[in-house]
């Protein structure tokens, strides 16, 4: 076993592709599969399976991969010491729903953290993918929520991707809207209220299940629907269309300004917002610190809350 092939088991884990890893790495395809083939024979472990959909990581190499990025990280570290003075380049990757503080709290790890070189990477996605990434260790942190219609769903592919889930915070539900639609000056709104204006809602692609929804009470009928897939859409639809989507209510005012509030749903519900990992891999300190930073942007955002 050598360093460059837990390189290429890596490359192939990020890019799900041979061909696209091996164009990343500036060799063949047959000679990034053979040598793949030989780290799998040596290990006797199959760190991929390959199907006619592509590449996944299998169970088996999940866990590998956890140790192949430690190794290379200390190789890294063990190379700058004796040959430079420069610190290594550091790499970073969290996934989750579309909430405000998860991206307040990426903002202050990158301007706390002062180095000339770094690989970060923020995905806002869809549910599936979040567990998926955190899974195939595409992202040491996912963050989403869970309730009583979808825990049990969202736990079973938890405990199937040997995953954690951490609570945040406890939410009740609130709508968002632009402060000019007619109910922002109402103490709280009611389902009937909501029901002239379009509904805005994160489209979830081939898992679209109600389980993953992004939002509660997904299985309600409503006459108008949107789906968006990112939040910079969702939030021009809410001013232009008057529409609303349904979420925690905690709402980052520095990055979204004050054009959209939030306003308490009146339901019998509770979100439980939270960050999966891993179980098998230990937190990186940049992990430990960015959870710091999410505890501490969601304790002065819910401040705000009406």
Excluded: C, W
């Excluded at 070189?117 to 998926?132: G, L, Q, V």
């Excluded at 939030?235 to 308490?264: C, E, H, K, M, W």
């Excluded at 439980?272 to 969601?298: C, F, N, R, W």
Aim: charged share 25%.
């Amino acid at each position: 076993m050598t360093l460059q092939q837990l390189k290429y088991v890596i490359e192939v884990a990020r890019s799900r592709s041979i061909s696209k890893a091996a164009q990343a790495l500036f060799i063949s395809q047959p000679s990034l599969s053979n040598a793949l083939k030989e780290l799998e024979k040596e290990i006797g472990v199959k760190i991929f399976s390959r199907t006619n959909k592509g590449i996944h990581v299998t169970k088996e190499g999940s866990e590998f991969l956890g140790y192949a990025r430690q190794v290379l990280e200390q190789a890294e570290l063990l190379e700058n010491r004796y040959s430079n003075n420069a610190a290594p380049q550091h790499h970073f990757a969290v996934s989750a729903q579309h909430y405000a503080f998860a991206v307040s709290a990426f903002v202050r790890l990158l301007k706390d953290y002062d180095r000339d070189e770094y690989d970060f990477t923020f995905r806002e996605t869809r549910t599936y993918e979040i567990i998926e990434d955190v899974k195939n260790l595409n992202s040491e942190i996912g963050i989403m929520y869970i309730n009583d219609f979808n825990e049990q769903i969202i736990r079973k592919f938890l405990r199937e991707g040997n995953l954690a889930f951490h609570r945040l915070f406890e939410a009740t539900p609130h709508v968002f809207i632009s402060g000019d639609n007619p109910l922002a000056k109402k103490a709280y709104v009611t389902l009937e209220d909501l029901e002239p204006y379009p509904y805005l809602l994160y489209e979830q692609g081939d898992y679209n299940s109600f389980y993953f929804s992004e939002e509660i009470l997904s299985t309600l009928t409503r006459p108008k629907n949107i789906h968006v897939r990112d939040r910079a859409t969702m939030f021009n639809l809410l001013i232009g269309l008057n529409g609303y989507t349904i979420s925690t209510g905690v709402i980052s005012q520095r990055l979204n300004g004050d054009n959209i509030i939030a306003v308490p749903l009146k339901v019998d519900e509770v979100i439980h917002v939270g960050y999966i990992v891993h179980k098998d891999i230990e937190l990186s300190p940049m992990a430990q610190t960015y959870i710091a930073y999410l505890q501490s942007s969601i304790e002065e955002e819910r401040q705000s809350l009406p």
